[in-house]
């Protein structure tokens, strides 16, 4: 194999080389975006869950209410 | 430059290109594994919402037939 | 005691007498009136002791209804 | 008409008075004492509406309260 020959093959693979790695850096940023994505969707979902346990706790308030309600009524037709 | 040195830069111009190849499949490989997560989360996320539209629904009916109750105790209240 | 004085006796008493069993009369009305206002009343009360009878089961039903939507919020954030 | 006939009308004229005016007496007594009863039994039905007046007032409460937990349940699922 002649110098010119191992030039033009360096030259070919030292562009190659140049096109991987940019294509590595956009994988590591679109890796790094869904990353942060799947962090804040967990985050609002979590956020979400706990608004609706102290909705579960308020309605847990409210069944109880009216059944004390409930309990009222029936002591009053039972007295009546 | 001799045919040598030429030679001996390809050589490790070809190691590195391997290796870059190879983290790209790696890369390609977590970010594959990752859009699936993203998506079945928000897909368990629509089905959660759509229970819970669906229990905002009968919540609505039991609030309608409470009011129905109520006004029914006023009539008794007022008739008698 | 003279018959003059007896005759007038006993016209007095016919007198009084009718005046008593007039009175008699008027009072058996009255108390005749009332224990039939006294019965309806009481008539009355028992119907609408029956509707609140009523009443008080569907609020039983409601809460019961309440509960088991309450049940199926508390399985989503348990499942999800 | 002679005086032993006017004097045996009198005296039967005076027992059947006295019996009327007992029976008037017995008849005075019953109306009041139902007159008593037929007030008491309006008080104690006043007393019972009264009450379920307060019942209703408090019902209406709930409901309300219901209706502000179900719009907070509408409005996570809106925004999330």
């Given at each position: 194999v002649s110098a010119n020959e191992f030039q033009s093959q360096r030259d070919s693979l030292t562009h190659k080389l140049k096109d991987s790695e940019s294509r590595n850096q956009t994988l590591e940023g679109q890796l790094s975006e869904l990353e942060q994505r799947l962090e804040s969707?967990?985050?609002?979902?979590?956020?979400?869950?706990?608004?609706?346990?102290?909705?579960?706790?308020?309605?847990?308030?409210?069944?109880f209410e009216l059944t004390e309600l409930r309990d009222t009524l029936a002591k009053l037709l039972e007295g009546s």
């Open positions: 969707s967990q985050q609002e979902q979590e956020a979400f869950r706990t608004s609706l346990r102290t909705l579960l706790e308020l309605l847990d308030g409210k069944i």
